[in-house]
């Protein structure tokens, strides 16, 4: 009951996918360039080579985890609003 008060009083923002998707570009723009600059900064200035390679693998693998997630429901929000 409380609940669906809640649901009703709330705005509905509708985004297209289209401004959706230029966002996510802008985003994974910004994620290239801070990637980018954290790799340099790690090859430069780290100082175990162990070390380094566990932040690359651990980094990378998360990132595309994440990136892989947002295609997916990127994708699911773009046939659901259709």
Do not use: R
Not at 1 to 22: Q, Y
Request: glycine share 8%; proline share 2%; net charge neutral.
């Amino acid at each position: 009951m409380i609940l669906s008060t809640i649901a009703n009083d709330l705005p509905v923002i509708h985004i297209t996918p289209t401004v959706l998707g230029v966002v996510f570009f802008i985003l994974l723009v910004v994620w290239a360039i801070n990637s980018w600059v954290l790799h340099y900064h790690w090859t430069e200035y780290g100082t175990d080579l162990l070390g380094k390679v566990k932040l690359h693998v651990l980094y990378f693998l998360g990132s595309g985890v994440l990136i892989a997630l947002a295609c997916f429901f990127f994708g699911l929000y773009s046939l659901a609003s259709k």
